[in-house]
């Protein structure tokens, strides 16, 4: 695939600016995950935009697990989220960090805005404090422990930390302006109590600093120089630079803010996603319908089919909803190009070539792609008895139909050129058999008469043919935008997965699993990576040969 530079955007131009002007020598992100759930196509973005940025700047990059929620996450999770990104094509600067590595760190940055007069702890209810934090209309009002004596602050926030105050009962909270037209400076919370087990620091703490709190302080302390983020911190970044203003470090990374990818017809929260998970509304984060990169991989889509959606979408502080085509589009070129061509038969119907020798076979030779030569060919066993799709035969049919018809002919695809006499029935009137003849002297040539054989079908060989479950999918919701739905449950999509149950040619029985083939005239398919296995194969389709969806759109 030609895969396209990445765009220059107003990123790189910042970028651009800052090393030509000197503010940096060098270029140094980060991409920054919860370990809350598995990765999707929205990280894929800002993946693909920090590594990226780091790769054309011959700068670093950073992996850092963003874990100051120890009740929601998990290692499963840091697991998979390294998979995915070194599946991207991506590799991170030294080892993986933590934010909890700094934990100590920034509890003696809590520690300092409390000896400054910048920090305070606050006793007061869940409910006292919503009361007071005011509205995007009216300024809050200061808490009444907003002015309690920094010794005794410090005492509360040492005895927090040893443990004898319940959760629930006090926080810390930055001093800073309940009367700011930015609710998140209306003296945010930056530590609470929490009995949890973290899975990096086990039981060592029963305080956790909050996310604003920590994110800005980690940055520093890793160097980074530009911090990419999305647009709801727009007005968290007030908060970023505060806090790294007020306490004594030296790095000052800049906050830049993009816009997140939407994807029409799927959700990308991590709590909608869990919900589907735990559900079992899919088999799991890695089912082929999710738009997670396990999923993707799965079904057939290819780091570089990815990395180009994502450069395609470019970077933007505009918010819009992506459609789905775009994406299928990626990995349609690039598996239109590069995957071998090979024929697999979804809903077969036996066909029987009646002057074709008993006993007799051939192997034909079949090239594995039409226009590239280089991927060379393979063998195709051919016999009498075959078998074709059902909706490629006909008893009647008008011209536009270019299949086989009853009394006409039809190229069979790499091999001769048929005609069908005649068929079977069942009691039900089903065609159970259809019977044809062949001529011999078509292999791979045109008629010598002259006559005209329009159509071409695929096949397989009944004798050899493989059995193969198929897994056709479609979109998982049925309307645009499904996280905008109150019960977004009520908009899956019941259609989204049909198992089909046909054969494959012989030379897919040891497909590698996630290498995808171009099943002729079906679709782009690969060999499932969890339920297939040699003598019991499943394919996933990755995605159709036409864009369906954008055609049905214009005809609706
Ligand atoms: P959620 O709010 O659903 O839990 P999140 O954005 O908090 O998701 P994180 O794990 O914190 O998920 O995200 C890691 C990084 O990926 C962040 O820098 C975040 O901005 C970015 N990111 C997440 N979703 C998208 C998206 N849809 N488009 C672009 N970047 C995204
Ligand atoms: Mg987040």
Not at 130 to 141: A, F, H, I, Q, Y
Not at 259 to 267: A, D, E, F, H, P
Not at 308 to 313: A, D, L, V
Not at 374 to 391: C, D, H, N, S, Y
Request: net charge negative; glycine share 6%.
């Amino acid at each position: 695939m030609a895969a396209n530079a990445p765009r220059s955007n107003f990123i790189r131009q910042i970028i651009d600016q800052d090393l030509a002007n000197g503010k940096h020598q060098m270029v140094h992100t980060r991409f920054p995950p919860e370990p809350n759930g598995f990765l999707h196509i929205g990280h894929a973005k800002s993946i693909v935009l920090n590594f990226g940025i780091a790769q054309d700047y011959h700068g670093t990059c950073n992996l850092r697990f963003d874990d100051t929620n120890p009740l929601k996450e998990k290692v499963d999770y840091v697991n998979s989220i390294q998979a995915d990104v070194k599946w991207l094509g991506y590799s991170w600067e030294g080892k993986p960090r933590y934010s909890s590595d700094y934990f100590d760190r920034l509890h003696g940055y809590a520690v300092e805005l409390i000896e400054k007069g910048l920090a305070y702890c606050d006793f007061s209810s869940q409910e006292t404090m919503r009361e007071l934090r005011g509205t995007l209309k009216e300024p809050g009002k200061n808490s009444p422990y907003r002015d309690t004596a920094i010794e005794e602050n410090l005492k509360i926030f040492a005895d927090m930390t040893a443990g004898k105050y319940q959760e629930g009962e006090v926080c810390l909270r930055a001093k800073i302006d309940m009367s700011s037209p930015f609710m998140c400076m209306r003296d945010p919370v930056i530590y609470r109590v929490r009995f949890a087990h973290h899975h990096q620091t086990g039981d060592k703490w029963c305080v956790y600093p909050m996310y604003d709190f920590t994110h800005c302080i980690s940055d520093a302390i890793e160097g980074i120089t530009h911090s990419l983020c999305t647009l709801e911190f727009q007005d968290n970044r007030r908060l970023y630079d505060w806090v790294l203003d007020n306490i004594s470090i030296d790095c000052h990374p800049q906050q830049i803010e993009f816009s997140r990818l939407n994807l029409q017809y799927t959700v990308m929260s991590k709590r909608k996603l869990h919900l589907l998970v735990e559900e079992g509304k899919v088999s799991g984060w890695d089912d082929p319908r999710m738009p997670t990169i396990a999923g993707m991989r799965r079904r057939g889509y290819t780091p570089a089919s990815v990395r180009e959606f994502c450069h395609r979408i470019g970077v933007t502080k505009m918010d819009n909803q992506v459609e789905m085509s775009m994406l299928e589009a990626c990995i349609r070129d690039e598996l239109n190009q590069d995957a071998p061509r090979a024929m697999a038969v979804l809903d077969p119907v036996r066909l029987v070539i009646e002057n074709y020798p008993e006993e007799h076979e051939q192997q034909l030779n079949a090239p594995n792609h039409p226009n590239n030569e280089a991927m060379g060919t393979r063998q195709v066993p051919f016999a009498r008895e075959i078998l074709i799709e059902r909706e490629d035969f006909r008893e009647e049919a008008n011209k536009k139909y270019k299949r086989l018809v009853l009394g006409k002919e039809v190229r069979l695809r790499n091999a001769y050129v048929i005609k069908a006499e005649r068929v079977d029935k069942d009691a039900e009137g089903n065609i159970t058999a259809i019977y044809c003849t062949y001529d011999p002297e078509t292999l791979g040539t045109d008629p010598a008469d002259g006559r005209k054989v329009k159509g071409v079908i695929h096949w397989v060989a009944a004798a050899h043919a493989v059995p193969c479950e198929f897994r056709l999918y479609d979109r998982l919701f049925q309307v645009p935008n499904p996280g905008a739905e109150e019960d977004f449950f009520s908009t899956l999509n019941p259609a989204s997965l049909q198992i089909k149950h046909g054969f494959v040619e012989p030379s897919l029985a040891k497909a590698a699993p996630e290498k995808a083939y171009q099943f002729e005239r079906i679709g782009y398919f690969c060999a499932d990576s969890q339920d297939s296995h040699e003598g019991n194969l499943v394919f996933n389709q990755t995605v159709g040969l036409r864009d369906t969806w954008s055609d049905s759109e214009a005809a609706a």
